[in-house]
C-alpha cells in the first residue's frame, strides 16, 4: 500500500506535521522590522516538544506506517503565514529584506529543531533509529546536518551530545502547503 503525501518518503513511511503561525510573532503591524525571535525560539522548542509526544499517539492506519514512525520519530515542523509576515513587516515578496528575514526564521527554526531533539534524547531517549554509534557518526555526515550545526555556535558540544546521546527524531523540520492550517489560523496561506 502507498499512501498519498506531499513530502516523498519510502514506503509505508509517515512523517507527522505541525507548523508554526508566524503572524502571531508580530508586536506592531506594518512598522519597522518588528518580529519576536526570542519568543519564536522558545515556541520552536515547545512544539517540537509536543511533535515528539504526537508521535507516541500516532494512530497511524497501518502497522508499517506505525513502526517507521515509531524507529524513526519523524515529524516535520514548518511554519505558515510568511506571506502575511512580509506585509506586516511592509517587505515585498522577492525583495533581498524578504529573503534575508525568511532565511533567518528557516534558519532559526533548523537550529531550535536540533537543540530540542538533542535535548530530548537526552531527557526521553533517542530514536531506535539512533541506537549505535555506526548510525549516529553516519547522521553526522549528513550534508544537511553538517551545515546546520556549521552554522551553530557550539559546533563541539552538538557533535558531543549527538555522538553521546543519538537524537529524539531523524528529521525535524518541514515547510508543507499549509492552505487549511493558514486559513484557520487567519493568515495567508500563500505568497
Known sequence: VRQCGEIPLQFSGACLLGSMILPTYIKSPFESLNF???????DIRIVSRFLDNVVEINNLPLVEMQEQISTKRRHGLGFTGLGSVL??????????????????????????????????????????????????????????????????????????????????????????????????AGSSSGC
Open 36 to 42: 519576536d525571535f526570542e519568543k519564536y525560539r522558545k
Open 87 to 184: 506585509n506586516m513587516l511592509c517587505l515585498s515578496y522577492g525583495s533581498p529584506d524578504a529573503i534575508a528575514f525568511t532565511e533567518k526564521i528557516s534558519l532559526i527554526l533548523a537550529q531550535e529543531s536540533l537543540y530540542a531533539n538533542i535535548e530530548l534524547a537526552k531527557e526521553k531517549g533517542y530514536a531506535p533509529i539512533f541506537a549505535t554509534q555506526e548510525a549516529r557518526k553516519a547522521v553526522l555526515e549528513s550534508v544537511y546536518l553538517k551545515r546546520l550545526i556549521d552554522s551553530c555556535e557550539n559546533k563541539e558540544q552538538i557533535i558531543k551530545d549527538i555522538l553521546e546521546f543519538g537524537l529524539r527524531y531523524s528529521h525535524a523540520t518541514s515547510i508543507a502547503p499549509t492552505g487549511t492550517i493558514s486559513i484557520i
